[in-house]
Nanobody, 127 residues
Framework: VQLQASGGGLVQAGGSLRISCEVF??????????IGWFRQAPGKEREFVAA????????YYSDSVEGRFTISRDNAELRMYLQMNTLTHEDAAVYYCAAATGIVAGTIRRPSEYKYWGQGTQVTVSS
């Protein structure tokens, strides 16, 4: 399974941005995979942002983004999206998409649970 994130860029505080992640690979079984977004700002640890259980569409969010960000997927195109609204400087980071199988909801926020990672896309928030 390979992942490719795109769509990052510069946005003003209070603005919106949508980033996407394309999933590649014939081994991707949509009935088994969780797909998530993580982010990492300079000098900080990688942190969970949002995830979804691909087949069911069940979504999970960190407290810091719930209500502002929306994770979704296009089942036909094998793409995942993160719609980010009301962005703040605290949201500026490199955003990574990741994929995992065999995890439970209780561990979905742990980066170590995800086996496959995309290359990251930079989100910058200006004043």
């Amino acid at each position: 399974v390979q992942l490719q994130a795109s769509g990052g860029g510069l946005v003003q505080a209070g603005g919106s941005l949508r980033i996407s992640c394309e999933v590649f690979g014939r081994t991707f079984n949509r009935y088994r995979y969780f797909i998530g977004w993580f982010r990492q700002a300079p000098g900080k640890e990688r942190e969970f942002v949002a995830a979804l259980k691909w087949h069911e569409g069940t979504t999970y969010y960190s407290d810091s983004v719930e209500g502002r960000f929306t994770i979704s997927r296009d089942n036909a195109e094998l793409r995942m999206y993160l719609q980010m609204n009301t962005l703040t400087h605290e949201d500026a980071a490199v955003y990574y998409c990741a994929a995992a199988t065999g995890i439970v909801a209780g561990t979905i926020r742990r980066p170590s649970e995800y086996k496959y990672w995309g290359q990251g896309t930079q989100v910058t928030v200006s004043s």
